[in-house]
Structures are given as C-alpha cells and as structure tokens.
C-alpha cells in the first residue's frame, strides 16, 4: 500500500525559504510520477512540481514556481522535497505530495486528477 507523509511546513515571512519532505512508502514498482500540489482557501488544488521516477525525464514546474522552487528525490530513503526560496504571501496553502500508481487517467503531470494516492498535507503560511 502507498503512503505519503509530508513534513517541514510551517510560517515564515515573504522572501524567506522552506523546504517541505514527503515520505513515501510502498512506491517501488508501483508509481511512476510523483509530485506537489497546493490548495489555497477557496481555490482549486493546482500542480506544483512533478517529476518521472521510472526513467529519465525532466521535472515539471508551474509557471508561479518556476526558479523560486525546485524538486528533488532521494531514491535511497525514498523521499521527496521541495525547496522553496524567495517565498511569496501569494504561496500560502496546504501542500500535499502525491503519487501515480496504474490508473488509465491521464491529464499532465501537474494535474491533480492524474494522480491517485495522496499526503495528508502541510500548512505552509507567508507572511510578515
């Protein structure tokens, strides 16, 4: 069975960084895309970063995102992170991780409906 724990959230003014870990357990040979999303109150959840972990491929970032945060893996303790620097207001959310396993469904990597198997999320608030 999957599971995705994520940790590291937590409150830090504009300009500043964080970085978010995401566990991930029961993944090997079952998922092959693994990502970020976000929910801000009142908004739809939106793709944040993805990345293809069965092979060679390149990481996907949202345009909001792009150069301020950056994906990363360690295969070895199979986790996932999300650096994020130069931190906005505009960035506060609840951020999830989330996995794809065998599903027929497929809409890009940074939408949520691609993916099937999910965190429980970590509050992330900036503001000074």
């Known amino acids: 069975q999957v599971q995705l724990v994520e940790s590291g959230g937590g409150s830090v003014q504009p300009g500043g960084s964080l970085t978010l870990s995401c566990a991930a357990s029961?993944?090997?040979?079952?998922?092959?895309?693994l990502g970020w999303f976000r929910q801000a109150p009142g908004k739809e959840r939106e793709g944040v970063a993805a990345?293809?972990?069965?092979?060679?491929?390149?990481?996907h970032y949202a345009n909001s995102v792009q150069g301020r945060f950056t994906l990363s893996r360690d295969n070895n303790k199979s986790t996932l992170y999300l650096q994020m620097n130069a931190l906005k207001p505009e960035d506060t959310a609840i951020y999830y991780c989330?996995?794809?396993?065998?599903?027929?469904?497929?809409?890009?990597?940074?939408?949520?409906?691609?993916?099937?198997?999910w965190g429980q999320g970590t509050q992330v608030t900036v503001s000074s």
């Open positions: 989330a996995a794809r396993g065998t599903m027929p469904r497929w809409d890009g990597p940074l939408q949520p409906t691609s993916y099937n198997y």
């Open positions: 029961g993944c090997t040979g079952r998922c092959n895309w």
């Open positions: 990345d293809y972990i069965m092979g060679r491929g390149s990481t």
